[in-house]
């Protein structure tokens, strides 16, 4: 491998959840005080939610490797079980054989175990990772152990982790009762730009580096764009990268070696690849009929020409169908889809829909809409386009039958470089915008919270 290359005396990437590895960002430092909260405080019910990859499974093993003794863990990974068999893999947990037990004896087995701790002076604490696949009946278990006591105080503190599904599952009208009892919720972002340098060169130091310069300072923005800071995709191009520099025998990472890298794993910048998948996960659960608008009977069905998903920070928020006609976009209620962001002007952009094209122009916003980090005033949509909006970015479906993708360069899209857009920015302002909305930043990536 390359780490005689590199004078690093192990691999500095690897996506097994190392605690030596952990980089405490603002936010997972929180996430890790939340879990330490549930060990001091005696109704300790707390929830972790982060997007795959977000180093939730990291922060667990950190959190466990740092417990007292006087702390009983149980930790559960595999969580498409039944009810009795999360009972029987929790008791296995705590050293019992439970696999010949009914339901009634894993309760009381359990029960009695608790206590008992308790009474010897133990906290005891149960993690649940992947909790997002846990069925309601096994919510619905978690949610009776936790209401476990003496005539003073809870006994089980719980830690429930997992991707963000999980908080629409807890928030179901047949949760409201766990939905109660949990105490403190958090949701492990993606780490910044700043914070995505700062965690490369601390996994690198962890490894050996001795402060030497491994990655060319220009990598790390295309690091960032092509990873959305998720520290799983980071660790992937950053070894990928690193082995395109050992074929290439340097022991600096380039610029050129970062691109080889991407090549080979045939990926799109995040910001493309986040609604994308998003849409997919759409797609496979299928559209739902189009309903007949108020006053309008089945035959006289508008005909939907197009569709458009809305993301932000990687989640799909709405969802927008497209006729022959004008839609707009904008912060306030009057406008076809609303995004309430400082970001966004009042009336940002519009969307002009024929029976053969679908074409965006920006409506004189502060901010612009932006394809493929270049801003433009007007661009025929091709099928799967993905536009930038203030924070937020917009992916088009063609729904028409016939297809067909333009090629650019073919006069549909005046796109200008961005480095020409500062000049204009100041010159440009909302017209109709009463209340002046903030002003983004400049770049080639999708404005995010920690750019401000």
């Known amino acids: 491998m390359y780490l005689e290359l590199f004078k690093l005396h192990e691999l500095p990437f690897r996506l097994t959840p190392d605690p030596q590895f952990l980089y405490l960002s603002k936010h997972h430092a929180r996430a890790k ?3 330490e909260s549930t060990i001091w405080f005696t109704d300790g019910f707390v929830v972790i939610t982060g997007e795959i990859g977000s180093g939730k499974t990291t922060l667990i093993e950190t959190f466990l490797k740092e417990l007292e003794k006087d702390v009983v863990v149980a930790q559960i990974n595999q969580t498409q079980v039944s009810a009795i068999e999360f009972l029987q893999s929790v008791l296995v947990q705590f050293g ?3 696999f010949r037990m009914k339901k009634a004896e894993l309760l009381s087995t359990l029960n009695e175990f608790l206590v008992e701790q308790y009474a010897n002076g ?7 990772d992947e909790a997002q696949n846990l069925s309601n009946k096994v919510l619905e278990e978690i949610r009776l152990l936790s209401g476990v006591e003496t005539t003073k105080e809870k006994v089980l503190r719980i830690i429930l982790a997992g991707q963000p599904e999980l908080n629409d599952k807890l928030n179901s009208s047949m949760l409201i009762q766990l939905a109660q009892r ?10 910044s730009k700043t914070d995505t340098s700062l965690y490369i060169q601390h996994r690198l130091e962890v490894a050996g580096s001795q402060g030497r310069q491994i990655f060319d300072p220009d990598t790390f923005p295309l690091i960032f764009r092509y990873t959305g800071g998720i520290p799983r995709l980071v660790n992937t191009l950053c070894d990928t990268s690193m082995m395109a520099a050992f074929a290439q025998d340097r022991d600096v990472v380039k610029v050129e070696d970062m691109k080889a890298a991407i090549e080979e794993l045939q990926w799109v910048e995040y910001a493309e690849r986040s609604v994308k998948l998003q849409a997919l996960a759409h797609q496979m659960h299928g559209h739902a009929p189009h309903a007949p608008a108020a006053g309008e009977t089945p035959g006289e069905r508008r005909v939907v020409l197009g569709r458009i ?18 839609f707009i976009i904008g912060r306030t209620p009057d406008n076809d889809l609303q995004i309430d962001s400082k970001y966004i002007s009042r009336h940002h952009a519009q969307i002009i829909t024929s029976a053969s094209t679908s074409v965006l122009e920006d409506l004189n916003s502060t901010n612009g809409i932006y394809v493929r980090a270049k801003r433009v005033r007007r661009r025929m949509l091709n099928d799967g386009d993905v536009v930038q909006i203030g924070q937020h970015e917009i992916m088009y479906f063609d729904e028409r039958l016939s297809r067909t993708r333009v090629l650019p360069g073919e006069g549909e899209d005046d796109a200008v470089p961005l480095v020409q857009d500062v000049v204009q920015k100041q010159a440009t302002a909302d017209a109709d915008d009463d209340e002046e909305e903030a002003v983004a930043p400049v770049a080639p990536m999708p404005i995010r919270a920690d750019r401000k």
Do not use: C, D, K, S
């Open 33 to 35: 005080a939340y879990m």
């Open 96 to 98: 019992f054989q439970p």
């Open 122 to 128: 133990r906290r005891v604490l149960l993690i649940v």
């Open 182 to 191: 949990i105490r403190l919720r958090f949701h492990l972002t993606a780490l």
């Open 309 to 326: 998903l809305v993301g932000f920070n990687g989640q799909t928020i709405a969802e927008r169908e497209l006729t022959a006609g004008r």
